[in-house]
């Protein structure tokens, strides 16, 4: 069984900085690309990073400039650095991961549950 694991939210103040960390485990052969979403109350799910096996990345527009995703691959993990955070980073932030279960010969998307992080002063 395939699980990814979040850690890292929490309350920050307006121009504070937390780090996100993701864990795959499980029966994994390959982890393709990984990723980060947030969702704020009365929103839609938005893409907020996405960063491939080969370490290319991919911003939302709004986070540019502020945020990193970057992956250690022998940990099986993502993280997602957060910069100069402001009032409306604040939201659950999901982690997203392709991948091929051992014995499987096609990719599996993955969520995690989700960790919240405020930013409030």
């Known amino acids: 069984q395939v699980q990814l694991v979040e850690s890292g939210g929490d309350l920050v103040q307006p121009g504070g900085s937390l780090r996100l960390s993701c864990v795959a485990s499980?029966?994994?052969?390959?982890?393709?690309?990984m990723g980060w979403y947030r969702q704020a109350p009365g929103k839609q799910r938005e893409l907020v990073a996405r960063?491939?096996?080969?370490?290319?990345?991919n911003y939302a527009d709004s986070v540019k400039g502020r945020f990193t995703a970057s992956r250690d691959n022998a940990k099986n993990t993502v993280y997602l650095q957060m910069n100069s955070l402001k009032p409306e980073d604040t939201a659950v932030y999901y982690c997203?991961?392709?991948?091929?279960?051992?014995?499987?010969?096609?990719?599996?998307?993955?969520w995690g549950e989700g960790t919240l992080v405020t930013v409030s002063s």
């Open positions: 960063i491939t096996s080969g370490g290319n990345t």
């Open positions: 997203n991961a392709d991948i091929t279960p051992h014995l499987y010969n096609y990719n599996i998307n993955y």
């Open positions: 499980g029966s994994i052969r390959i982890i393709n690309a």
